[in-house]
């Protein structure tokens, strides 16, 4: 089992495609395991000629638990780091979804020189007036954790009719079958509190976002009420340069219909900035 090391932070990773392409790394959103970034998504990204690299963030998934212990999105973009340092990459691609694009922010903020291009997706600045959520939404996400395994893909499911993408884009055995392969994998609900706290605690990036000067595309959903769209034209409207997409239909979640467009969208994009 590949891993990496960060400090006494255990990181699960796995990569997809030749090590020899340039390397695109991808940054999961809360309590949101490697597996989200489906096998056939990555293969999409390397059939683009990218080494696609996914892992586990701390607090979820095969990744240390770290009971107890308070942390930032700081520590978790030097999980990332670790990452790309145990597979030997120098600098890489970096693509953020939710969480995982406040995390690809702050490595851009903070570690500009590790990365060849930045792409946030249905994420926000942290600037409260930016990228709310509806009451509905919101009460999802404060929800009880579920007790059993049933309970949690039937939460999985009710979450996706809040949030995600239009009714006809949601294939529901799939999400059914994704959700449950996750909860066997990892369960640990105490994580995604901590990692809850950490997004909390990070605060406002605006005037970081502002300083930015690598390749910048932003992504959002015009369905998502997890993640206002707000968030994302107000991501980009900070950085300067940034490339904005808006994806009509688009929630906050990444089906299988949306695959094919989101990979033409990024790799066309990086191709146009190289």
Known sequence: MPTARNGDVELFFEAFGSASDPALLLVNGLGSQCINYDERWCEKFAAQGYCVIRFDNRDVGLSSKLDERTYGLRDMAADALAVVDAAQVARAHVMGVSMGGMIAQRLAIDHADRLLSLTSVMSRTGEPEYGQSTPEALAVLMAKPAR??????????????????KPEWIDEPYLRARAARAFDRCYCPAGVGRQMQAVVSDGDRAAGLRAVTMPTLVMHGTRDTLIDPSGGRRTAELIPGARYVEIEGMGHDYPPAIWDHWVETWAGFVRSVS
């Open 148 to 165: 059993t395994r049933d309970e949690y893909v039937d939460n999985q499911i009710a979450a996706i009719r809040v949030y995600g993408s």
